[in-house]
């Protein structure tokens, strides 16, 4: 099993930033693909941001130039720093991982966080 621990969120103003860690214990070793995903009340899961264990990382058109997404595979930890933040952001943020990078992408992960709460006042 793999517990993913999430955390960072909060309350910010925007056009701030917030940095989300998300860290992975357990069974590291099926950990290779690494994800963010936002719900919104009334709307479905979406994907923000994935990275595989290589660096190559993968953006939702809406975060792109504003989101970063990076991992440390030593401490089994992937961050999301999200700058120049908007109310649309506001949303459950979830950490995702899988040992595949299509089911992260896709939605399906075989593991997810409990989610931390990510709130932007206009």
């Known amino acids: 099993q793999v517990q993913l621990v999430e955390s960072g969120g909060g309350l910010v103003q925007a056009g701030g930033s917030l940095r989300l860690s998300c860290a992975a214990s357990?069974?590291?070793?099926?950990?290779?693909?690494m994800g963010w995903y936002r719900q919104s009340p009334g709307k479905q899961r979406e994907l923000v941001a994935a990275?595989?264990?290589?660096?190559?990382?993968n953006y939702a058109d809406s975060v792109k130039g504003r989101f970063t997404i990076s991992r440390d595979n030593a401490k089994n930890t992937v961050y999301l720093q999200m700058n120049s933040l908007k109310p649309e952001d506001t949303a459950v943020y979830y950490c995702?991982?899988?040992?595949?990078?299509?089911?992260?992408?896709?939605?399906?992960?075989?593991?997810w966080g409990q989610g931390t709460q990510v709130t932007v006042s206009s």
């Open positions: 995702a991982a899988d040992p595949q990078t299509l089911f992260v992408v896709a939605g399906t992960p075989r593991h």
């Open positions: 357990g069974s590291i070793f099926s950990v290779n693909a």
């Open positions: 990275i595989t264990s290589g660096g190559i990382t």
